[in-house]
């Protein structure tokens, strides 16, 4: 599809560029022809004025002048025309050539948008279908068996129940993606401490595995509340849920770069140097050494993260060693009163 847009834009460029050319090579023609005729028709009222010989000092006689212009004049009007296809075909093989190329850049954007619009619309419908597929599997079983009992009843209404779940947690992941990408936040200073430690106390199960420590030129951030309480939930609750059990995760927030820093670590299996570029991208998971059953997720987590990240301009990266430590570390501008205002 996007290759016969790059040609159907490429013959655009080119039918522009020749009809450009094309009008400059009619003007100039028109000029040029017109500055050889007039400049014969001066040379001719020379000659006439003049009292030529009529024969050559060899006895021949001497070509008739108008013959003579007629012929010169001939030659010149032909010699511009054929230079100036010459000049046209070049700029059409040149001109083409740049304008495939310029048309193919101008479409690898919008190639790569609507590639990945069409994967995530495909990931999207296969996560929604699995759910689904399990509901009406158990509730199909459920009324072919007439003699289902009442504990067969509630484990499949149990089931479903946690396959709704996952689906409410998904489309509440897309309803949080496009927010991220197209609603406009209220800017305000923030306390990244507080932000942290709030984040925190909702890990109820888990607060005793979470360690802060705050450095002591650590700057207040500039961002929407909301969206950065966002980003440090997903960030606390993947680093807790890809550690063992046991394990400590420590947080630290301190400046670094003239930005405020947040910088959280955890301990486990890690992330292997092939699936590390493609982390923050929709829907991708590692392994399943990494993610298992009971751990599993959409791969929007981190997708959603990255974008709140890059709407506050800026930065998300992750550091990660085979059975060892995983550090993602986000950096934020550092709040100024004159900045406080509203933004995309």
Request: aromatic share 8%; with cysteine; net charge negative.
């Amino acid at each position: 599809m996007f290759q016969f847009a790059t040609l159907k834009l490429t013959g655009w460029y080119v039918l522009i560029l020749m009809t450009i050319s094309l009008l400059f090579s009619v003007a100039i023609y028109s000029i040029s022809a017109s500055e050889v005729d007039a400049r014969l028709e001066q040379f001719q009222s020379r000659y006439e004025r003049s009292d030529f010989p009529s024969f050559r000092t060899d006895g021949t006689p001497v070509p008739d002048f108008n013959q003579v212009r007629d012929d010169q004049n001939s030659r010149a009007h032909s010699n511009l025309f054929f230079s100036l296809v010459y000049i046209n075909l070049l700029i059409l093989i040149g001109g083409g050539t740049a304008s495939y190329v310029l048309a193919r850049r101008t479409l690898r954007d919008i190639e790569q948008v609507h590639v990945a619009q069409s994967r995530f619309t495909s990931d999207a419908s296969h996560e929604l279908r699995t759910p689904l597929a399990v509901m009406k599997t158990e509730l199909e079983l459920v009324l072919r068996d007439t003699s289902a009992s009442k504990v067969e009843l509630r484990e499949i209404l149990e089931s479903n129940l946690e396959e709704v779940e996952k689906l409410t947690r998904l489309s509440h992941m897309l309803l949080q993606l496009s927010k991220a990408e197209y609603s406009e936040l209220e800017i305000t200073e923030l306390d990244l401490e507080n932000i942290i430690n709030q984040v925190a106390k909702r890990q109820t199960q888990s607060i005793e595995r979470l360690s802060v420590t705050t450095a002591k030129n650590t700057p207040n951030a500039m961002g929407n509340l909301a969206s950065i309480e966002e980003l440090a939930m997903i960030l606390v609750d993947n680093a807790l849920k890809y550690s063992p059990p046991d394990s400590l995760v420590t947080i630290r927030l301190s400046k670094r770069s003239g930005k405020a820093c947040i910088e959280i670590t955890n301990t486990g299996t890690g992330i292997s140097e092939q699936d590390l570029p493609y982390i923050f991208d929709r829907f991708y998971r590692a392994d399943a050494s990494r993610t298992n059953s009971s751990q599993s997720g959409y791969g929007l987590g981190l997708a959603l993260a990255k974008k709140i990240v890059e709407i506050h301009k800026g930065e998300l990266s992750a550091t990660s060693a085979i059975n060892h430590a995983t550090t993602f570390t986000v950096l934020l501008p550092i709040f100024k009163q004159t900045q406080a205002k509203s933004q995309h």
